[in-house]
């Protein structure tokens, strides 16, 4: 199966003290403290300007600046170093249709991307510890690599000797809206593949054909 630039989650996700700077920072949401995001304790619904002394004064942005600003805003959306979010578009580059599309395509189907997708973990940090702690099995077998990529009917559920564990009990009482490429049962802890994710099936706020041409330079 294939895995790109499989680590840990203290290797990947450095920063996580600092979510709220990094949602300012790139000037939208990116959902990376999960349901406070949702609240009015959101940092950026209060502060949505950019952090530091001069963040109120947003300069404006030349072809290049723009371009990075998509590449940060999707790196950090997913957790990725800049060796790992190369290597999707390398991969996505080699294959038919649009190449910023099948690199969005390929980073959702990471297994922690979807652990998130289906609710199972709050935000997509807290999913891809929950694939490294081995709480995750897809098709019956444990797989603790976050960037193990998913492929149509594959089944992913919660491993059977941990779902006496209360974060996973709670999760009988959420409701998630997930893309339709996606079903999750709450109350049998599994859920299935049910198409490769398309552009639409894909809520984040980015354009990413500004990506690839960053990139084709």
Known sequence: ??????????????????????????????????????????????????????????????????????????????????????????????????????????????????VYRMGIGASRAESRQIVNHGHITVNGKTVNIPSFLVSVDDVIAVKENKRELQMFKDLKDVKVVMPKWLEFDNNKLSGKINALPVREDIDLNVQEHLIVELYSK
């Open 1 to 114: 199966r294939d895995v790109l630039g499989s680590r840990g989650l203290g290797d990947v996700y450095k920063r996580q003290g600092a979510d709220c700077k990094i949602c300012r920072r790139e000037g939208c949401k990116l959902f990376l403290k999960g349901e406070r995001c949702l609240t009015k304790k959101c940092s950026f619904e209060r502060r949505p300007s950019v952090p530091g002394v001069h963040g109120a004064a947003r300069k404006k942005l030349t072809e290049y600046g723009l371009q990075l600003r998509e590449k940060q805003k999707v790196k950090r959306a997913y957790g990725l170093q800049e060796k790992q979010f190369r290597g999707y578009y390398e991969k996505a580059s080699t294959m038919r249709g649009k190449v910023g599309e099948n690199m969005l395509s390929l980073l959702e189907r990471r297994l922690d991307n979807v």
